[in-house]
């Protein structure tokens, strides 16, 4: 992700927990769900990892995004202006979401398109709830859809909704499955 790991993790080390939301955000949509599902190959190649345990990556971002959640640092990012575009974006899995979450950024309005009756696709049908809690997926779901991103739940492309007519609907359509 090209994540600024020394800086987020100088602002936990100072205690200034919104400053490390802000840094890890900057490169990283969802630190909620790499800080519990990522595999971590950084703290593989930490080289600290040669005499003593490595930097736990995973387990900092995990608890800058949890402590981001419980202090009201979270916040929707509704743009300051909107562009007159429309995105339709097929799928609400991780690239879904990420894919909306940069469009909706970016100013244009943005329409996520899914088949399954709740958003998150892996993220909520894939991953154990041991590894990652539903209520986790649907928490970033209420903050997306607070910034502006409309979901059409059980909604399948190309049966419910035909790609004639999201491609005149739509200045843009994001295939993201």
């Known amino acids: 992700l090209g994540n600024i790991i020394p800086e987020f993790n100088d602002a936990v080390y100072r205690e200034q927990w919104e400053d490390a939301y802000n840094i890890l955000t900057s490169t990283n949509n969802f630190p909620e769900f790499t800080g519990r599902i990522c595999p971590a190959p950084c703290e593989k190649a930490c080289v600290l990892g040669i005499n003593e345990p490595p930097v736990a990556i995973e387990f900092i971002e995990k608890s800058i995004a949890e402590h981001a959640f419980e202090n009201d640092f979270v916040k929707p990012r509704v743009p300051a202006k909107r562009t007159g575009k429309k ?7 991780p690239s879904g979401l990420a894919c909306a979450e940069q469009l909706n950024s970016a100013g244009h309005e943005v329409v996520i398109f899914e088949r399954a009756e709740e958003a998150g696709g892996l993220l909520r049908l894939g991953i154990p709830d041991f590894k990652l809690d539903k209520s986790v ?11 502006g991103i409309e979901f059409k739940l059980n909604t399948n492309v190309g049966v419910d909704v035909s790609a004639e007519t999201l491609k005149s609907d739509y200045d843009a359509i994001a295939l993201c499955v």
């Open 87 to 93: 995105v339709a974006v097929i799928g609400s899995g």
């Open 137 to 147: 997926v649907q928490r970033r779901v209420e903050v997306m859809k607070a910034a």
